[in-house]
């Protein structure tokens, strides 16, 4: 089934390491993105890349950064120059060129301690 | 600029109560609208969306939004709820052809009372 895999749904990690969130579409999508969700917050986007080799910042990029070499794949990294890393990370992607829906992957909860 | 307003972070509904989420949008070039519900540690699932056309948009599970463009504004309705339709609703707009880098309301959890 196609659809959009993130890895792994729990993360715990020291406070000052980076970690790395996977993102694995099937969809044949072009755009893909990164979304923070915290309580009462709703959605905030950290990331989108619309083409492989090629991403923008969304509102709240700090300590953050992304990759996009396969269009297939697009892992976000929370640096240790991120304040308050812990949350839902969701990834999501779309077709790009026509207005469609995003698709979104289950989830990434991420608690550092 | 393009911004989403949810009235009511709580909504509760008797189960087979009509369930009327609120939804308020501002964009300056024609929106395009849409609502997705949200299990518990779960990622996000479309339940429709407006583009163009008929401004009555119907989706899964029995819901309905209706477009009103004087009143800048994509209710989400629902004749009956049902003990399933429990969860959190998100509206979003979109303002290009990229659907995914929409802009999110802070969402709404419908809770429904048996």
């Known amino acids: 089934d196609g659809g959009i895999t993130q890895s792994p749904k729990y993360l715990f990690r020291k406070e000052g390491q980076n970690v790395t969130l996977s993102c694995e579409q099937n969809?044949?999508?072009?755009?893909m993105y990164w979304y923070r969700q915290d309580p009462g917050q709703g959605l905030r986007l950290i990331y989108y890349?619309?083409?492989?080799?090629?991403?923008q910042k969304g509102d709240i990029a700090e300590g953050y950064s992304v990759s996009r070499e396969k269009k297939e794949s697009f892992p976000l990294t929370v640096t240790s120059a991120q304040k308050n890393p812990t949350a839902f990370y969701l990834c999501?992607?779309?077709?790009?060129?026509?207005?469609?829906?995003?698709?979104f992957g289950q989830g990434t909860r991420l608690t550092v301690v | 600029a393009q911004s989403v307003t949810q009235l009511g972070s709580h909504v509760s509904v008797s189960e087979g109560a009509l369930v009327l989420l609120r939804c308020n949008y501002s964009?300056?070039?024609?929106?395009?609208l849409f609502w997705y519900v949200q299990y518990p540690n779960q990622g996000l699932q479309l339940l429709l969306k407006?583009?163009?056309?008929?401004?009555l948009v119907k989706g899964i599970n029995g819901f309905e939004a209706e477009f009103k463009k004087s009143e800048t504004s994509f209710h989400l309705t629902k004749p009956s709820a049902h003990m399933s339709d429990a969860a959190e609703y998100f509206c979003?707009?979109?303002?290009?052809?990229?659907?995914?880098?929409?802009?999110f309301g802070d969402g709404t959890t419908l809770t429904v009372k048996p």
């Open positions: 999501a992607s779309s077709m790009g060129d026509i207005p469609t829906e995003a698709f």
């Open positions: 969809l044949n999508h072009d755009a």
């Open positions: 890349s619309q083409i492989v080799n090629d991403f």
């Open positions: 964009s300056s070039v024609p929106p395009y």
């Open positions: 407006y583009t163009t056309g008929a401004t």
């Open positions: 979003a707009v979109s303002a290009n052809t990229n659907a995914g880098k929409s802009t």
